[in-house]
């Protein structure tokens, strides 16, 4: 493109543009090397959040919204439900509650399993004086339950104490800390809404009923009535929120105020734990003014008490697989002499089988406290 010349102006002319683009060039490599990195991020991200989107939601979300909008759409379904809502006969104070806050049901007939059912038993045979109710955030659209070809909900059915409602979730809302917050649509854009729905549930119905909050993963051991505003620690670092009583008394409503009112505050739909260890967890350090769990003292916390792993969960969810291991069975079964609750960790064990007549310690924790349930399996539980 250029013809050399001999004279020395045109060489230095062209010895300083020679220089200019070769500098030129590096500069440019690096550039091309910064925007070869850029859009492999980029790249990786869209793959992420795509991935992520059909493992979820089977491709379905709106990108709009939230890729996990999808699972919870049944929460504004306000024309399916056939069964009793909670909006039409309010429970009874401090009753022992749970919450099933998938849209699995939206079928029709209940979608229940016979794991979550044992934990419903449990709590009903072991507090035959308490009322115990499950909330539906699903619609269920038979005209009296009695229909429902789900065996393990006929067999709850048996006991008088339990109750099966649905939850209308704008109408839960009402009145409450929370109506705005749902109205904005925070929840649908979690990236684990039915997890987050239930870590909602748990604070709002004690901060509107008191009571008992329990989740679906557990076996109850003993009566819970002698206990009083209460959660339990998981380890000497950790407090868990599977189970939480507030009562109706001055030092209950303190904790249920405190509670959801953290949870407005600190929602936080990308972190897993945020919204339900996370929440009891940051409250009582700031009431009781300790970071540690064991200096959670009723007397530094307004009288709401820590109890010792021991008391809800005796194993450790990073030994979940005791609970099936038949080699440990008598070690694991002394564990829970002291025990109020065993925790199941359903996240880990959901896939993890139990043989009906083995010594799985599972299997025998059910036997004896959920045995109308545990009878309806043939050979696995």
């Not at 972190?271 to 929440?279: I, S």
């Not at 194993?315 to 079964?333: H, P």
Request: net charge positive; charged share 20%; with cysteine.
């Amino acid at each position: 493109m250029f013809a050399l010349r001999k004279d020395t102006g045109m060489s230095y002319e062209l010895n300083a543009f020679s220089k200019y683009f070769v500098n030129d060039m590096k500069h440019l490599g690096r550039c091309r090397w910064a925007l070869t990195i850029f859009a492999l991020v980029l790249l990786l991200t869209i793959l992420s959040r795509t991935t992520h989107i059909f493992l979820f939601d089977g491709g379905q979300g709106d990108l709009g919204l939230s890729s996990h909008s999808a699972p919870i759409k049944c929460y504004d379904d306000t024309t399916s439900n056939k069964i009793e809502d909670v909006s039409d006969v309010p429970p009874s104070k401090d009753s022992i509650f749970f919450h099933e806050t998938s849209c699995a049901s939206a079928e029709g007939d209940f979608v229940f399993t016979p794991r979550q059912a044992c934990a419903v038993e449990s709590a009903a045979k072991s507090n035959p004086n308490t009322d115990v109710y499950v909330f539906f955030l699903s619609p269920i659209s038979l005209k009296n339950i009695s229909l429902t070809k789900n065996i393990a909900i006929k067999t709850l059915l048996s006991y008088r104490n339990i109750h099966l409602r649905h939850v209308t979730m704008e109408w839960y809302m009402q009145d409450t800390p929370l109506q705005g917050w749902y109205k904005s649509r925070v929840l649908q854009r979690s990236l684990w809404p039915t997890s987050h729905a239930s870590d909602v549930m748990r604070y709002l119905t004690l901060w509107k009923y008191s009571g008992t909050y329990l989740d679906l993963d557990v076996v109850v051991l003993k009566s819970l009535s002698s206990l009083r505003n209460y959660a339990g620690a998981e380890s000497p670092r950790a407090i868990g929120a599977g189970i939480i009583n507030l009562d109706s008394s001055s030092t209950g409503r303190a904790m249920a105020h405190a509670f959801l009112n953290e949870l407005y505050k600190s929602f936080n739909g990308a972190a897993w734990g945020a919204n339900g260890p996370g929440v009891i967890t940051r409250v009582l350090r700031q009431i009781c003014q300790v970071k540690t769990v064991q200096d959670m003292t009723p007397e530094r916390c307004g009288g709401f008490t820590i109890h010792p792993p021991i008391a809800f969960y005796p194993v450790s969810f990073e030994n979940w697989e005791d609970y099936f291991n038949e080699d440990k069975s008598n070690l694991t079964m002394k564990m829970h002499r002291d025990s109020y609750i065993a925790h199941l960790s359903n996240k880990f064990s959901i896939k993890k089988n139990v043989t009906v007549g083995s010594r799985q310690p599972y299997g025998l924790l059910a036997a004896e406290h959920c045995p109308k349930v545990f009878s309806t399996s043939q050979q696995v539980f």
